[in-house]
């Protein structure tokens, strides 16, 4: 099985890490982030104690997440046509340079540059949901992980209503 690569940003990582879905994910494709966004998660995140920081510094330790640098050429380019968070710039330029098969993102600017740039991309909710209707996730597990991204993502509540109600229809 050919694994496709995937690119994140931090808020997507860490959302995925928090709602349990981040082994899924590294199991079913090569994730790669860029250096700013392990600085984002990883050193920033112990500095204030956050769990899920040490947790993606061990999926970096063990290659399940790959830290990559895009090229300057790209970024420049990318940091020239849009108004974006360092993270979210570098990790747009690592997708387009990496070809991928899509960017994960939460972030409404990135998505709008992604669709200007032709760019896939993904958010959590809607992670969660593809897994749950390719059958990786079960009805529990994906009501488990859509709680926790109630918890801890911004998403409106009938967003999350939405994809519960999904989920509930989906039929093995």
């Not at 808020?11 to 090569?30: E, F, H, Q, W």
């Not at 947790?55 to 420049?76: G, T």
């Not at 540059?113 to 990786?136: M, P």
């Amino acid at each position: 099985m050919t694994l496709q690569v995937v690119v994140s940003d931090s808020s997507t990582l860490i959302l995925l890490v928090k709602a349990g879905l981040v082994d899924t994910l590294t199991r079913r494709s090569l994730v790669f982030i860029p250096k700013v966004v392990f600085e984002e998660c990883v050193i920033l995140g112990k500095g204030k104690g956050r769990w899920d920081a040490f947790l993606i510094e061990q999926l970096a330790d063990r290659q399940q997440v790959k830290i990559k640098d895009p090229s300057k050429k790209i970024l420049e380019r990318i940091s020239a046509d849009f108004n974006l968070h360092r993270g979210e710039r570098h990790a747009i330029a690592l997708a387009l340079e990496l070809n991928a098969e899509f960017l994960l993102t939460d972030d409404y600017k990135a998505m709008n540059a992604c669709k200007v740039l032709g760019i896939r991309f993904v958010n959590a909710v809607s992670l969660l949901l593809a897994l749950h209707e390719k059958g990786v996730l079960g009805e529990k597990p994906a009501l488990l992980a859509l709680e926790k991204l109630s918890e801890f993502g911004w998403y409106a509540p009938a967003i999350i209503l939405n994809i519960r109600q999904k989920i509930g229809e989906v039929k093995k």
